[in-house]
């Protein structure tokens, strides 16, 4: 049974550009997170998705934009690169109905010069 | 707004001694407390979770950790860490039954177990 997966695990990019980030949730879930957690810092939620819309949004700014596909998969698209969106971005995968618990992925590291 | 703080940064400690990680909440309502555990090249993994009944909940590999609602407190302890304890462990909080399921994360505290 697959677990939370991500892609790409590592990738730079320059001021200016735009990235896009991948998710699979665990199966049998419903809804995507995605949390930022920079360097030293704990995870801080961006956005959340279930039934392909955004369901919950965090203090980020709208440059930071996501979808969910019909499968549940889910992208994080961050426009315009600011040296401080350096980052690990996680992904963490639940089913929508309170269970207590996320499932999160290994995230993907994304440098900005 | 939901805020979590965790005081200690980073913490070193010998094999077998005893650990407490502090951690504290800021929320008005009703609240779910979590530990999560995040080892060397893993992804971040849930330890222990409080949600309502006995403040004192148990979780995986020996810990356990103490809701004081009083303090807004929900501290990790071990009585006798091992060297695989070394991670990092991060607290965490969301509404009471909030669909969903968002947390609110403290920015983590760095335990190295010396052998």
């Known amino acids: 049974d697959a677990g939370v997966t991500q892609s790409p695990t590592h990738l730079i990019k320059t001021r200016g550009q735009q990235v896009t980030l991948r998710c699979s949730p665990k199966?049998?879930?419903?809804?995507v997170s995605w949390y930022q957690q920079a360097l030293g810092q704990g995870p801080q939620f961006i956005f959340q998705?279930?039934?392909?819309?955004?369901?919950q949004r965090g203090n980020f700014p709208d440059r930071f934009s996501g979808h969910q596909f019909p499968n549940y998969s889910s992208e994080l698209n961050v426009n315009a690169l600011l040296l401080g969106d350096s980052a690990l971005y996680l992904c963490?995968?639940?089913?929508?109905?309170?269970?207590?618990?996320?499932?999160f992925g290994e995230g993907s590291r994304l440098t900005v010069l | 707004a939901q805020s979590v703080s965790q005081h200690n940064h980073h913490v070193i400690l010998s094999e077998a001694a005893s650990l407490e990680l502090g951690c504290n909440y800021s929320?008005?309502?009703?609240?779910?407390l979590f530990w999560y555990v995040q080892y060397p090249g893993q992804h971040l993994q849930l330890l222990l979770k409080?949600?309502?009944?006995?403040?004192l909940v148990k979780g995986i590999k020996g810990f356990e950790a103490e809701f004081i609602k009083s303090k807004f407190s929900f501290n990790l302890r071990k009585p006798s860490v091992q060297w695989s304890d070394t991670a990092e462990y991060f607290c965490a909080v969301s509404k009471r039954f909030n669909a969903g399921n968002m947390l609110t994360f403290g920015g983590g505290t760095r335990l190295m177990v010396k052998p």
């Open positions: 409080y949600f309502s009944g006995d403040p």
């Open positions: 929320y008005g309502g009703t609240v779910n």
């Open positions: 998705y279930y039934e392909e819309e955004e369901r």
């Open positions: 963490a995968s639940s089913l929508w109905v309170f269970t207590g618990e996320l499932f």
């Open positions: 199966s049998g879930h419903d809804t």
